[in-house]
Each structure stands twice: as C-alpha cells, then as structure tokens.
C-alpha cells in the first residue's frame, strides 16, 4: 500500500481548507493532487503547512515539468491493417511553433509526518518567461529544488533569494529539460592544442532514435476518458 | 591599522574528503566558517532527460548509476513508480527478495559511509575493515546479477531472475596459492543464501570491532559530538530523511510508516538520535546496520522455505522464457515487440518513493501513455541534505566541514543526477 490513510478524506479536508482554490483535483494511484494557480500559490501553501490538521511541514520534491510534447507520439499506429506502419522516423525534438498556454507547471510533492500522508500540488505557469512565486519562505529545502527548476526549465521564481543556475556548467545557455532543447545538446568541449585550452564548439555528435515513442492503449487498463469520469 | 577582511576559500572540485566532485566556496572569518556556498554539478549527466528518450526497461540502468554506492535500492524506487503506475504486483517472493537485497545495499552503503567518514577525520583503520565486508555483500551481487555494482536487477513485475543454488568460486592463480583458496572458499560451499546466512552471523561481530574503534574513541568523538547540530523541527522543515532526520530525534522511517514489499511483516527498530549532531547521526546508522542485518536474516528464512515465482507471468511487461520462445510463436512476438518497443505505461504519474539507506528516495513519474516515461524526477536525499550544508557549517571551523560532508553521506552520483 502506498498510504495508510485514506486519499478521500485527505481531499475532504483540502475543500474544507482550500475551498475555490483547488482549481482540479484527482485521486490516481491513492495520491492526492490539487491543482491551484500560481497567484493563490503562497497562500495555498502557507494554509497547507499551518494548518493544524493538514500539517504538511516537509516539501519532499519540487519540480518542473514542459508539457510541450505532451501525448505526442513519433509513430502513428493506428490504422495499421490499411495503410501499413508509417516510418517510425522522428527527430526526437519538438520545435516550439504554437503558443502553448500552460506549457510549463510546477510540482510540490508535500509531505505531512503527522497525517502521514501525501499531497501533489501542481500550478500551471504561464507567460514569457514563465514566472511563478517562491515557496523558499515557507519551506527551507525549496530553496535549491527552485534553482534546479529554474535551471533546467528556466521557470522564474520570484522573490527566490538567490535564482542561480545549480547543475549545468557556468556559462550555459538555455535550458537544457525543456522539450523542445535537443538530447544531445548545442555545443560540446574539447582541448584545443593551439590554444593550449578548452574550447566550445557546436555538437558534432546526431541523435539516433533507435526506439520511436509510440502510444498504445492497452484494454486491461481503463481509458483515459473512463478515468476522467472516474474522478 | 591595515584592513581585516574576510578570507575566501576553494575547496575542491577534487578533494580527496569532498567525496566526488563538490566544490565549496568557503568564505572564512579566520578559521572559522562565516558561509558556505557549494557548487555542484560537475557529474551532471542529465538522467532524467536521457529516460525520456528511452523505453522503460532501458532507464533501470542509469538508476543504479545515479548513487552509485546503493545501487538496488534506487532501482527499486524506480521499479516502484512504474508498477504503481502499471498496476502490477509482483510475486511474494521477489518481495522477499528486493527486501533481502535493499538491506543488503543498506549495510553496503553505510560500510562505505563509515569508512570514507573515518578516514576523512582520521580513523584510517576502520576503512580497510569496512572494505572487507563489503566485499562479500558485492560478491552476493555479482551471484545474483553478474556485476558487482550495477546490477540492473529488479524489474518492472519482480526480479530479473531467482537466487543462484551455488556461489561463485575463487580459483587458484600465481598470486592465490591452495591453502589461501580453500579459506576463500569455505563459505562457499552452498548457495547463495547459505553464503548469505554465513555473513549475516558473522557481521554483528564485525560491526562490535568497528565500534570498539570509534564509538569511545576521544579523537572520534572530540571530531563529532556538537557538531552539525540540527534541531528535529528545523530538519523537518528543511526536507531532511533517513538518518539525518533519524539523527535528530525525528522517529520517521517509510519502511514502518508507509511500508512497501514485505516490510510491514518483518521484525525490526528505527534508531533514533537525540541531539542532532553527528555523532548521534554516527550511532543510528551504526544500529541500522545491525538491524538491517537482522531483516536480512529473517528474509533468508523465509525465502529457504517458500519457492516460488520471481517474476510475474504478464509477458506485455516481462520478457517471456527462451525456451518457450522455441516452439511458441506468441512468446516469439512477444519478446520481439518487448526488446524493440518496450511495453506502454497507462497514462497518469505516481510518486513512489523507498526508504533508501541516504533517505527518502523517491521517483516522480509522468506518463503520457507511450513507451517512454514522460518525465521522470528523481529527489535525491543527498541533493536536500547538501543544500543543508550552509546552516549545518556556519560557525564552525573549516575542519568541521569535512566532518559535516561526511555525516550527510554525499555521494555525487544521485546529487547531480
């Protein structure tokens, strides 16, 4: 079992605290997600933690995610007894061409020791570039989880103390987990003799996709949209 | 008067006592710490982006390379998120078996943190002792997996395959005479799990001798005790697990709170500290070790008496058996459509995360329904605890922080990812 206690009363109780601010919410797998917008963010989290009932005092995991390429798969495999497979030829990257709203959310794993429960609250950022407030004041530990996210997805943290890249190397450009930012990067480094130095050139390495990305629904489990009437 | 500034100090990339690649950029008052800021990701490899280029099967790999001194246990986490996602319980007996081999991968892991702790602050001894365990535990996954590091051994519905009937041999060579063979040798006569039962009665003697090094030892304690003190609601709040939250008094453990396998029907204690320092930190790992042992034991009894599966029937996720592939044209095309496109997750994410020996390990998995994960987030106990490292130094002196990296149990493999 992944929780001893029961999700629908973790959720009951989140309506009763919460109330309009949970945008959505789902139960997948005995956990518990709400959906909340960024600028009822703090509040939301600052009830979610003081709260003498809720208690959710740790913030395990935080992160960014790009849902750029979201449901996209590099192979169409539907129609397959009439037309044959098509190639499963893909580029592995998607290019940024629509004006997605929402591209970008932020995941708050919470963790209450004395519900001894879990809760995921996702918030959906939106705008150019992607700006979203801190949690740094309300839990410590967020301070360098914020930094990877801004790091690797380049989602803004206002009022973050010190929004600093974290894990690639000084100096880079971009932000190397969104979709649309190829697997095998922009440049590469090597030791150039003439200058008797490390120098950057552009990637002379190509990304072979060896695997296509192929969705298929399987019937033993239930479809998406049985799932969603579940909820 | 000249002017008295602050001084500011490097330390590493490569130092020997910065376990990896760490680089701290120490600004000093003297020779004490007024801050320290540490740079990381000089071993990042950007895992979690390689994943979501791959099938699932493909990624199990890299987990065993993310903290590369427990190996099993990171695969379980991994393991975990997809079966939670997927719906599939694996046979009781690979149960058994994970638990058996992330409590084998626990006292692995804390030989090395105790070793690595002790020569950092001058107990080279104990080192050397710690090594010559460990050899023996990595010898039980070499038997079981064929490596002795990264085993890629659990898998998505049970595990990869069932305990060995006999050990692996030492064999005579122009170094290793006769008599130096059959010592080798004597416990392994049986299988694995006799080799396993021998360990586990002979290892609390062992670890008695590591604490008759250290646990009373002056220097020892006059290097840990009041040092990196961190309060049970301050270790809370900043996101601390394992035994770092264990150290200071917080009894929360996943195993016995939110249990996962078999672990709510084994017979074991959580260690707690009471001050927070590192010396408490030292002894509830200490006992951790004994307990695991314990747990190892008792996993050993009950897989001796209960054969069984170790991996679950549903060839959609496992790869069916090759001799069934020989004459039955379904296996065929099942193993064929499971090697070139790997098996589909149902949409949703899951978060799933294991008692990992550095602290909660956990995998956030997102699936859009296809064959790769679509995001896959690792959290890394020691990222949490690293990022710790300011408040836990501050006001110490600048050898306090070799003895304060050394308690968090830093290993850059899952901190950079």
Not at chain 1, 196 to 209: A, D, E, H, L, S
Request: glycine residues 8%; aromatic residues 10%.
């Amino acid at each position: 079992m992944t929780q001893a206690p029961f999700p629908d009363t973790l959720l009951n109780d989140l309506h009763e605290c919460l109330g309009p601010e949970i945008i959505r919410d789902k139960i997948e797998a005995g956990q518990v997600t709400i959906d909340v917008s960024p600028a009822d963010l703090p509040e939301v989290c600052l009830k979610l933690r003081d709260d003498e009932s809720l208690a959710f005092k740790q913030l395990s995991d935080l992160c960014g995610i790009d849902y750029l390429a979201y449901g996209k798969a590099d192979w169409e495999t539907g129609d397959t007894t009439r037309t044959g497979f098509s190639r499963g030829v893909s580029e592995g990257v998607y290019i940024d061409t629509r004006d997605i709203e929402d591209r970008f959310a932020v995941v708050y794993h919470l963790l209450s020791l004395k519900r001894n429960q879990r809760l995921r609250v996702r918030s959906f950022v939106s705008g150019q570039p992607a700006k979203i407030p801190s949690v740094t004041h309300i839990w410590a530990g967020a301070n360098w989880f914020e930094r990877e996210a801004f790091d690797l997805f380049g989602i803004l943290f206002e009022e973050h103390p010190d929004l600093r890249r974290i894990l690639t190397d000084y100096g880079f450009i971009g932000h190397p987990f969104r979709k649309d930012f190829p697997l095998e990067g922009n440049v590469e480094v090597r030791y150039d003799p003439d200058q008797g130095r490390v120098v950057y050139q552009p990637v002379t390495i190509k990304n072979r996709v060896l695997t296509p990305k192929v969705i298929r629904r399987d019937n033993r489990h239930p479809a998406p949209e049985d799932k969603r009437a579940e909820n | 008067m000249p002017e008295i500034r602050n001084m500011t100090m490097n330390f590493g990339p490569q130092h020997p006592a910065a376990h990896g690649v760490l680089r701290l950029v120490l600004e000093m008052d003297g020779e004490v710490i007024e801050r320290a800021d540490p740079h990381i990701g000089l071993l990042h490899r950007g895992t979690e982006k390689l994943a979501e280029s791959k099938p699932y099967n493909q990624s199990i790999g890299y987990m065993d390379r993310l903290d590369y001194v427990s190996m099993m246990c990171n695969e379980h986490a991994y393991v975990l998120a997809i079966e939670r996602l997927s719906g599939v319980t694996p046979p009781v007996r690979a149960r058994y078996i994970r638990v058996m081999f992330d409590e084998i991968t626990r006292i692995l892991n804390h030989l090395m943190w105790l070793g690595a702790h002790g020569l950092d602050i001058g107990a080279m001894t104990v080192f050397l002792y710690c090594f010559r365990e460990r050899e023996d535990l990595m010898d039980c996954y070499e038997a079981v997996s064929g490596t002795r590091m990264h085993a890629t051994y659990y898998r998505p519905g049970g595990v990869y395959r069932d305990l060995p009937a006999d050990m692996p041999q030492y064999r005579v060579t122009s170094n290793r005479s006769d008599r130096e063979v059959a010592r080798l040798n004597e416990n392994r006569q049986g299988s694995l799990l006799d080799f396993i039962e021998s360990f586990t009665e002979r290892f609390p003697a062992c670890v008695d001798e590591y604490e008759t090094l250290l646990t009373d030892n002056r220097i020892w304690k006059q290097r840990t005790v009041g040092i990196g003190v961190v309060a049970p609601d301050r270790a809370v709040e900043l996101g601390f697990t394992g035994p770092m939250l264990r150290g200071s008094g917080v009894e929360w453990d996943l195993r016995k709170k939110q249990p996962y396998e078999v672990y709510d029907k084994l017979n074991f204690a959580i260690p707690v500290g009471v001050n927070g320092d590192c010396y408490d930190r030292y002894l509830v790992r200490i006992e951790e070790m004994r307990q695991s042992n314990a747990i190892v034991k008792q996993c050993v009894d009950w897989l001796r008496n209960n054969p069984g599966p170790v991996i679950i029937d549903d060839h959609k996720l496992t790869p069916p058996a090759r001799e069934a592939m020989k004459d039955d044209m379904e296996s065929l095309i099942h193993h064929f459509k499971l090697f070139t496109e790997g098996y589909c997750v149902p949409e949703g994410e899951v978060y799933a995360a294991v008692e990992h020996p550095k602290g909660e390990f956990g995998i956030y998995l997102v699936s859009d329904g296809a064959n790769k994960p679509y995001r896959l987030k690792i959290r890394a106990p020691g990222f949490v605890h690293l990022s710790a490292m300011n408040e836990m130094v501050k006001g110490h002196m600048l050898a306090d922080v070799v003895a304060v990296i050394g308690t968090q149990d830093i290993v850059f493999g899952e901190v950079d990812r």
